[in-house]
């Protein structure tokens, strides 16, 4: 059973350009997060999707910044005309049916994640 | 590799000892608790979880203990092997007050074990 897969794992931009980061989540899993880790500190949120919805994006910029699960295909997060301030580790989890489904799990489990760097 | 974190507490231990790692959570109604592992360059591991309503849990040569009194929970590494050596993380969840299920992550603990 593959894990969560996350592509690129690398991803170099210049200022101004866009990044958008692909997460494939476990098989049977419809709940994506994506988490930004900055060097020297821990992973933190940053938006909890379901299929077609955005659930939760508190943890989201309000600007440059926007997420998707659509019906096909994997989550998206893309960044708009990037920054330097941009450049960390993103990373996506997955996770089952909600915890309030019977059978439901609060577990996480998390992708290689994608180290983007913007010069 | 990549550096996850310069500056994070590090902890040193001689392999075959045991390893106690420590995290004080923020929020207490947080009801669930996960440690992570990460290697340098890849992603959080899941090691083990426990739940409010327990306090102490126990896996493969990890056990966790929660004291929500002092909103502390503690990972203990037993024979620790020099392929723990990695950042470990604790995260708490409160899914069941937000509704959200997001972590929120502590800033994380370096262990080197050495041979």
């Known amino acids: 059973n593959a894990g969560v897969m996350q592509n690129p794992r690398h991803l170099v931009r210049r200022r101004g350009q866009e990044a958008r980061l692909r997460c494939s989540p476990m098989?049977?899993?419809?709940?994506v997060y994506w988490y930004r880790q900055l060097p020297e500190e821990g992973l933190k949120f940053m938006v909890y999707l379901q299929k077609e919805n955005i659930i939760d994006e508190s943890g989201m910029p309000k600007e440059r910044f926007s997420a998707e699960f659509p019906k096909e295909g994997p989550s998206i997060l893309r960044i708009q005309q990037v920054v330097r301030g941009d450049s960390a580790a993103y990373f996506c989890?997955?996770?089952?049916?909600?915890?309030?489904?019977?059978?439901?799990?609060?577990?996480?489990?998390f992708g290689p994640g994608t180290r983007l760097t913007v010069l | 590799g990549e550096s996850v974190g310069l500056h994070l507490p590090t902890l040193s231990v001689q392999e075959g000892d045991n390893s106690i790692i420590n995290c004080a959570y923020s929020n207490s109604a947080s009801d669930y608790f996960i440690w992570y592992k990460q290697e340098s360059g890849k992603g959080p591991q899941f090691i083990i979880d426990i739940r409010s309503n327990m306090d102490k849990r126990q896996g493969q040569r990890v056990t966790v203990l929660l004291n929500k009194t002092v909103k502390h929970l503690s990972l203990q590494i037993a024979a620790t092997q020099p392929g723990d050596s990695a950042v470990y993380f604790c995260?708490?969840?409160?899914?069941?007050?937000?509704?959200?299920?997001?972590?929120?992550f502590g800033t994380g603990t370096r262990l080197k074990v050495l041979a």
């Open positions: 989890a997955s996770s089952p049916m909600s915890p309030g489904v019977a059978g439901g799990t609060d577990t996480q489990y």
């Open positions: 098989k049977g899993h419809s709940h």
């Open positions: 995260a708490e969840n409160l899914s069941r007050t937000s509704g959200t299920y997001k972590y929120i």
